[in-house]
């Protein structure tokens, strides 16, 4: 997420609905808005904040009133006996893209068709994935149902997430701009001091103590200065963590990096096809146990959400490529450690009409918990999901983000057909 920092967590809920109900019922009067393009990311975050003071209070009257995680389903999802709460974000508070702003920049980008197979620009480890028919979704989750018949033809996927070193090799050839880096345009922050839009991005952040599940405000800040290069902040570095998956990119960047490589985002079918190697009727590629005999597969969140994690997995929050089991397709990190862009737009309906072939996702985005706002699909989990609060790491689930969102936890990984 990429927002204005007077919106910063610290200043509390009652803060947000006091200074902006005005502005956002001014805005909700002005419905061609709505309309013609995505909702700056400051509104959505006026809305988000009201919505939450209202979930926060409301949580034991209807759980249904309420956000849920990144990739939320309109029930809960039961996981090893515990319920994962509606009423919360997986991933960080969504917000409208900053494509707007910028020459070129679009809802609508795409990457370019993918060329001969082999190695990009980027030089990266692929492996080839042989196509074949599976069972696509998960009856835990609302918007991954029905589970249904897909087949998707070969391609060849990078064994890993796109690193530092890799996203750094691009930029210095292309000297590319990341959006969290760009200047917001002060157009689509009407009526948000100017001093206030400051180019920074979303940041986990936890709190010395437990908090309700139901405010992400409590975890994430927006930080001034955040981006690819500075994950965390202006105090953080990339520096000897070359070997580390990118992140605080978002949907355009990605794409911009598919086309300098040759490559393209995967689609949503490619993605958990890869995922599940073989293993189409498991939640995980090793099974269904998520420890299984006590080992770690995965990296997520360990302890108690969102405030203390006991790293029993080996790392505290991002980990570097290659550090837990290799799935049988030879991919590595396809659940937890960081979000992946896939290239479908967002649909919690597009099950029950999708093709059985090589379905390339809708035409149009919808979400109903945020009708206004254009979603790109996103896979995998990340470090902060854990059984208690996200459980989205899951093979057949789904998540979702705006096109001009990033954060320390999301990052992606590139296909070509073979």
Not at 222 to 248: C, D, E, F, T
Not at 273 to 301: C, I, T, V
Request: hydrophobic letters at 35%; glycine letters at 10%.
């Amino acid at each position: 997420m990429i927002v204005p920092s007077f919106l910063n967590k610290a200043r509390g809920a009652a803060l947000l609905r006091g200074s902006v109900v005005s502005f956002v019922r001014l805005l909700a009067k002005t419905k061609s808005l709505f309309l013609t393009r995505p909702l700056p990311g400051v509104i959505t975050l006026c809305l988000i904040a009201l919505a939450l003071t209202g979930c926060k209070s409301n949580h034991a009257q209807n759980k249904n009133n309420s956000l849920t995680d990144s990739g939320a389903a309109s029930s809960a999802a039961h996981n090893q006996g515990k319920m994962a709460m509606d009423c919360t974000l997986c991933k960080e508070p969504s917000r409208a893209g900053l494509l707007m702003a910028g020459a070129g920049a679009s809802d609508d980008l795409s990457a370019s068709k993918d060329q001969s197979a082999g190695h990009g620009m980027d030089s990266a480890k692929m492996v080839l994935i042989q196509g074949g028919s599976f069972q696509m979704g998960s009856d835990q989750f609302g918007d991954a149902q029905p589970v249904h018949k897909v087949t998707v033809s070969a391609f060849y996927m990078d064994a890993h997430e796109v690193t530092n070193d890799q996203f750094a090799k691009f930029v210095d050839a292309t000297h590319y701009i990341t959006v969290a880096e760009r200047p917001l345009n002060p157009k689509d922050y009407p009526g948000v001091p100017v001093d206030k839009l400051v180019p920074g991005s979303g940041v986990f952040t936890p709190p010395s103590r437990p908090v309700p599940l139901n405010n992400p405000m409590a975890w994430w800040s927006y930080v001034p200065g955040a981006n690819w290069r500075h994950p965390l902040g202006p105090g953080s570095s990339i520096q000897g963590k070359g070997n580390y998956p990118v992140v605080q990119v978002c949907y355009e960047d990605c794409v911009a990096y598919a086309n300098w490589a040759g490559k393209r985002l995967p689609t949503e079918a490619e993605w958990e096809f890869a995922a599940r190697a073989g293993q189409h009727y498991e939640d995980y590629y090793w099974g269904k146990s998520l420890h299984p005999d006590g080992k770690y597969m995965a990296n997520n969140f360990q302890g108690h959400f969102p405030d203390h994690n006991t790293k029993a997995d080996g790392y505290d929050m991002l980990a570097p490529i290659e550090q837990y089991p290799v799935s049988r397709y030879g991919l590595y990190d396809m659940e937890g450690n960081a979000w992946e862009w896939c290239s479908d737009f967002y649909r919690p309906d597009y099950y029950a009409h999708s093709p059985e072939k090589n379905p390339q996702g809708p035409k149009d985005s919808y979400d109903p918990e945020e009708p206004g706002q254009v979603k790109r699909v996103q896979r995998g989990g990340s470090f902060l999901c854990s059984d208690e609060y996200c459980i989205r790491y899951k093979a057949g689930s789904r998540g979702k983000g705006e096109p001009g969102s990033a954060s320390n936890n999301l990052g992606f990984r590139l296909v070509r057909s073979k």
